[in-house]
């Protein structure tokens, strides 16, 4: 699989990464066996890059990943986590997390310090069983992001500096908050969630652009923007953003279905390959909860689109003009 640096970083990933979400029950539950044969499928299909979070699962992604990875060569693997949730003990009793199928035995604490990011890596390493991870990420600082801005930053930047990780940067949504990161901080690497794909373009406009203008590596999550994209055929009831995907959305994406099936070409097929048109992006980031659909997307994200699709997406206004395909 292809591979690129990060940035200015000597930290390298394969254009496909496994994103940690669905190891942490992400809405329901996987099994420990199931989490390990889908890692297993992703290292044998060649997918050397995983990202993972304290958020997801309260640690048992982290736990997880790091479980599999224990017996891997450090060299061959890149490792990603992030920071700006602490995870607290608490009573279990209060019952299942509210996102994640886990039981809820701690509590996120929002914490963008300096000592909250060095206390947030160390407790993830500990949870991995690992002595370092190549990239940390700030994690949903949005309605955080001036207190990000100013402490968490330069933490992830000392840490950097003492050669602790290979590369940082900031996990968000918000393309105008990721903008200005960009622009304000020697970053390295940028992970997007849900705002370049086939239904949601907005980090175009300017995100990309100052990713590209200043050398910062565009890491794609969220393509399927959490489901609605995840099949050749949408249902109803398909989340779009973590809720119910609006009508008008659900037939915007039948559409654009409609305009792949043409080309051979399926929904998920064109949602992986559309990130990767612009030049600042270097990699796409996708959630797997078994083998079997690790299997199916990296078929998918190693078949050939034609550079037709694009063009008729767009004659169709189901795309913009700001690539060119």
């Not at 994200?301 to 008729?312: A, C, I, K, S």
Request: charged fraction near 20%; hydrophobic fraction near 45%.
């Amino acid at each position: 699989m292809r591979t690129s640096r990060l940035g200015r970083s000597a930290v390298e990933v394969t254009e496909l990464g496994l994103g940690g979400g669905p190891l942490g029950n992400l809405f329901t539950a996987v099994d420990d066996d199931a989490a390990a044969a889908t890692l297993a499928a992703a290292w044998d299909c060649g997918i050397r890059f995983f990202d993972t979070s304290p958020h997801y699962g309260l640690g048992l992604s982290e736990r997880r990943t790091g479980n599999f990875l224990h017996g891997k060569p450090r060299a061959e693997f890149t490792l990603s986590t992030k920071a700006g949730r602490l995870l607290v003990p608490q009573d279990p009793a209060g019952g299942t997390d509210e996102r994640f199928a886990v039981p809820a035995t701690h509590r996120r604490v929002w914490d963008f310090s300096r000592d909250g990011v060095r206390r947030s890596l160390q407790e993830s390493l500990d949870r991995m069983g690992t002595d370092r991870v190549d990239v940390l990420l700030l994690h949903d600082a949005e309605e955080h992001f001036e207190t990000a801005l100013r402490h968490g930053w330069p933490a992830l930047a000392e840490l950097r500096a003492q050669g602790v990780v290979g590369a940082v940067g900031a996990g968000m949504h918000d393309t105008a908050l990721l903008a200005r990161l960009v622009r304000e901080a020697d970053l390295d690497v940028v992970m997007l969630s849900g705002r370049c794909t086939l239904l949601e373009r907005s980090a175009l406009d300017e995100l990309l652009p100052a990713c590209a203008e200043r050398g910062v590596s565009v890491l794609a999550a969220s393509v399927f923007n959490s489901g609605l994209l995840a099949s050749a055929r949408p249902a109803a009831g398909a989340m779009f953003d973590y809720a119910p995907a609006p009508p008008e959305l659900l037939r915007r994406a039948h559409r654009i279905a409609d305009v792949c099936a043409a080309h051979a070409v399926t929904l998920p097929q064109a949602a992986m390959a559309f990130p990767l048109l612009h030049p600042a992006v270097v990699g796409v980031v996708v959630g797997m909860r078994s083998a079997a659909e690790v299997r199916s997307d990296v078929e998918a994200f190693e078949t050939g689109v034609p550079g037709g699709l694009w063009t008729d997406l767009r004659e169709a206004g189901l795309l913009g003009e700001q690539l060119s395909g």
